[in-house]
């Protein structure tokens, strides 16, 4: 008898061990890699260069709409409303002082937050660089995308 | 190794940004470098310091007030700061580096202080680090303010040129000079109006912390190995250019701080040539 609960048990911990990520709404199974021609690859610059070119993107975003764009940052996440999230991949400078951030919009209508990483996980983001208006009349940028990729929690 | 260093650097070039970043600093670098002697030798080594904090305190003023080029108020306020401490320097109570130490550390505080109380930014500490320490604002410099940079730099070179002898006979011997009909305090002001507007300028290569190293290290560098005004001045520009290229591009290689980068290649230098003056001492 105790045998046959042993192995069944051993097997089940075994699964949950190695399912662990799925049950914290990390899986694999939501992101996906890009394979096309990427316009401009940031995760290839140093931190300094890296900080620098979001920030020139973000004074002069009409020289950047409709690029595809490649950028690793962490996760963050900003509450506009209690039903809506603005999402962005976050980059420091080389002190750690200052950061700058994109907004990036997934296709499809993911949920949050079963459908994202961790705050703060390292992610890898590709789209195509947008510009919007909001309500105000005020300019936004962010990245459109449907390629996220989790790089380490 | 070299050839993915020179494929992205060559990467690197193709961003405007970069090609500014590489001028404006060569640039301040070369009036820094071109005054340092001067102030090094007129003993007033640390003007530097209270300037660029003073100029600091200038910028939050700016900042808060919302202007859409801040230059335009930190640099008339530094210039006026510069005269006040050079001019009345000798005239008042408080003297010198007392005079310096309060107005370095007072616009230092204050700046900050204004900075979080009528805060505009969300980024407070990034605004405060990246004004302080500069680590990346030489790369995110906005095209007319490389043209203002390359505008002063050319007038501050012209002046030193035009002028060289006159800066050369004040910095020595002010007395000699006034006694020789020279108008000393014209040339004085002159010199504090120059030194106001590289430190302006120098700020945003390195920040306002690290801006003496740009008017110091250079010329107490060529110091250690040549006597005469001329060569200490010359040597001095190509040690400080040197390092304001070499700092630029190993912070944006290595993904290093551009401001302390800078400096650190300044202290190599200095090193070097403080051996390389013993070294000639001893073979004498």
Known sequence: ?153 | MLNAMLEKLSLYFTFPFVKHALIVGILISLCSSLLGVTLVLKRFSLIGDGLSHTAFGALSIATVLNLSNDMYFVLPFTVFCAVLLLKSGQNTRIKGDAAIAILSVGALAMGYLIMNIFATSTNLAGDVCTTLFGSTSILTLHPSEVYLCVVLSALVVGIFIFLYNKIFAVTFDENFAHSAGLRTGAYNLLIAVLIAVIIVLAMNLVGSLLVSALVVFPSLSSMRVYKSFKSVVICSVILSVLAAALGILIAILAGTPVGSTIVAVNIIEFLLFFLLGVLSKKNR
């Open chain 1, 1 to 153: 008898m105790k045998r046959s609960f042993f192995f069944p048990l051993l097997l089940f911990f075994s699964l949950s061990l190695a399912a662990l990520p799925e049950m914290n709404g990390i899986s694999n199974l939501f992101f996906a890699s890009y394979s096309g021609k990427i316009d401009l690859d940031l995760t290839k610059m140093s931190s300094t260069m890296i900080f620098a070119q979001v920030f020139n993107m973000l004074i002069s975003p009409e020289t950047f709409e409709g690029k595809v764009i490649k950028m690793r940052g962490a996760f963050a996440v900003y509450a506009i409303s209690e039903s809506e999230n603005l999402f962005a991949v976050v980059i420091k400078d080389a002190t750690e002082c200052c950061q700058q951030g994109l907004e990036f919009k997934r296709r499809g209508s993911p949920r949050f937050p079963a459908d994202y990483p961790p705050v703060g996980a390292e992610i890898e983001v590709t789209g195509v660089f947008r510009m919007g208006k909001t309500p105000d009349g005020y300019d936004y940028f962010y990245i459109d995308t449907d390629n996220l990729e989790l790089v380490k929690l």
